[in-house]
């Protein structure tokens, strides 16, 4: 099991503000997630990340960024937040499981962003 | 288009009972599944997976069936607790094996 950290867990921001969701793990894992997550909906990747100074766009159009300068960071940042971009922002690391022969992706308890 | 359907948005269970949760895919590339447990504003708890070798695997009172020829896939929790309810989520990923494709989630419920 991952132990994963996000900070902060709740923010309330304005629009046009410029903002950073932090994501830390301690597990030495290669592979980082972030996912963006609305009620009653499923999990879209945006960002991954498969080590230092590699990242690429999810699945889902976003217009955060990512850096991957540590193994243990990978910091999301809005330049300029907008309400479309309230959200839940969820942040995994993944494991290879000999067991399974397969990867199995660990999550951080997530960042409820509200953007007014 | 969806290529992972969890069909039943929400599920009532009462305590003690068994619960199944259901699970349909599309893409036949996916070859490993996963459960997760997820609580309202928590990141989702990884529970139990299943890799398409296999058709059953079994964590104490969770269990997964995989029926590939159906492409549907059912969690299992007996006996069923209180604590079991939160939105359980399926997930599956193929080639990529890394890129995981979530349902939108069923809301169980245990009543006592």
């Known amino acids: 099991e991952a132990d994963i950290y996000q900070t902060p867990r709740y923010l309330v921001i304005g629009t046009g503000k410029k903002i950073t969701l932090e994501c830390s793990q301690t597990?030495?894992?290669?592979?980082m997630y972030w996912y963006q997550q609305d009620p009653g909906m499923e999990l879209h990747l945006i960002h991954y990340?498969?080590?230092?100074?590699?990242?690429e766009k999810g699945d889902l159009s976003s217009e955060s960024t990512v850096s991957r300068i540590r193994t243990e960071h990978f910091p999301l940042t809005l330049e300029s937040a907008r309400p479309s971009h309230t959200s839940q922002y969820l942040c995994?690391?993944?494991?290879?499981?000999?067991?399974?022969?397969?990867?199995?992706?660990?999550f951080g308890p997530g960042t409820r962003l509200t953007v007014l | 288009d969806q290529q992972v359907k969890q069909n039943s948005p929400s599920l009532s269970v009462q305590e003690g009972r068994i619960s199944i949760l259901n699970c349909d895919y599309t893409?036949?590339?996916?070859?490993?599944f996963l459960w997760y447990k997820k609580y309202p504003a928590e990141g989702p708890t990884f529970l139990i997976s299943i890799s398409s070798i296999k058709d059953k695997n079994e964590d104490g009172r969770f269990t997964v069936f995989l029926n590939k020829s159906a492409k549907h896939l059912s969690l299992h929790i007996v006996p069923s607790q209180p604590g079991d309810s939160a939105v359980y989520f399926c997930a599956a990923s193929g080639n990529s094996a890394d890129k995981l494709i979530f349902g939108t989630g069923t809301r169980l419920q245990v009543f006592p």
């Open positions: 990340s498969y080590g230092v100074n590699s990242t």
């Open positions: 995994a690391s993944s494991e290879y499981l000999s067991g399974e022969g397969q990867d199995t992706q660990y």
């Open positions: 893409n036949s590339m996916f070859d490993y």
């Open positions: 597990m030495g894992h290669d592979k």
